[in-house]
């Protein structure tokens, strides 16, 4: 590339067209991450930016350990949220609507000659809609397509070492707050967790949080270095004959 420091670029928005034209045809680029999540109320003391911002951090560390096999797309930041609507400022989509969108991002990730291609998920909301089409998504593109939510990735007992609740991911209380504080402090309100019914966030802790995180982010690579490698293939439903 005529930017050698533009090889190592992990969002693909960063990009020129020649500088990912060129890695894609260099064959450079082996999978793409599509961070998905939600612009929603998460009670009175987290910023409401936290699952998008959460799923962000995940999928740009992920592809910086792969580096320079993995790009990240940018992230959904709506979700589906109708759940929360009666907080204003929560943003939603239906269900319709948002999976047209994410089929649409798949597909032009997908056109631009990616075979593997993980939708990470941060939010609790997107999940049953995705996984009611996803075998469709699947047939249609006949790639290695995968959706996983960040948090299943964390093992229990990682979990349950650091998690005094022992609940996750649950809604802004004791895991959610803990990754704020370990990832983006100045999105966590103190005062307000101590003014709310909801005492579970006051289990949280910083060093727990970052315990947590770092091994997601280590999980999540395993699971990404495995589609790209063939041990991680996704079954496509079978077509009927």
């Known amino acids: 590339m005529s930017d050698t420091s533009s090889a190592k ?29 939600a612009t929603e109320q998460h009670l009175e003391h987290l910023a409401m930016e936290h699952d998008w911002r959460s799923v962000m951090l995940v999928a740009t560390e992920v592809a910086r350990l792969l ?35 994410l089929f649409d991002t798949i597909r032009s990730m997908q056109h631009a000659g990616f075979t593997n291609i993980l939708v990470l998920n941060g939010h609790g909301g997107n ?9 469709q998504f699947q047939q249609r593109l006949e790639i290695n397509l995968h959706f996983e939510s960040y948090w299943n990735l964390l093992p229990e007992e990682v979990a349950l070492a650091n998690l005094k609740t022992k609940r996750w991911p649950g809604h802004a209380q004791e895991f959610e707050t803990a990754f ?54 996704a079954e496509i439903p079978p077509f009927h004959t």
């Not at 959904?76 to 929560?90: L, Q, V, Y």
């Open 127 to 135: 999940i049953a809609p995705c996984l009611g089409m996803w075998g």
């Open 9 to 37: 670029e992990i969002l693909l928005h960063k990009h020129t067209r020649r500088e990912f034209r060129e890695r894609m045809q260099s064959g450079e680029l082996k999978a793409c991450i599509i961070p998905v999540a």
């Open 180 to 233: 704020a504080m370990a990832a983006f402090p100045e999105n966590v309100r103190l005062e307000a967790m101590q003014e709310q019914d909801d005492k579970e966030p006051l289990e949280a802790t910083a060093e727990a949080g970052q315990n947590m995180i770092d091994e997601i982010v280590k999980q999540v690579a395993k699971y990404v270095a495995g589609m790209i490698d063939g041990s991680n293939t």
């Open 67 to 101: 580096s320079p096999e993995v790009i990240v797309a940018p992230s959904m930041n709506i979700g589906i949220s109708e759940h929360h609507m009666r907080h204003p400022g929560t943003l939603s989509a239906l269900p319709g609507s948002w999976l047209s969108v």
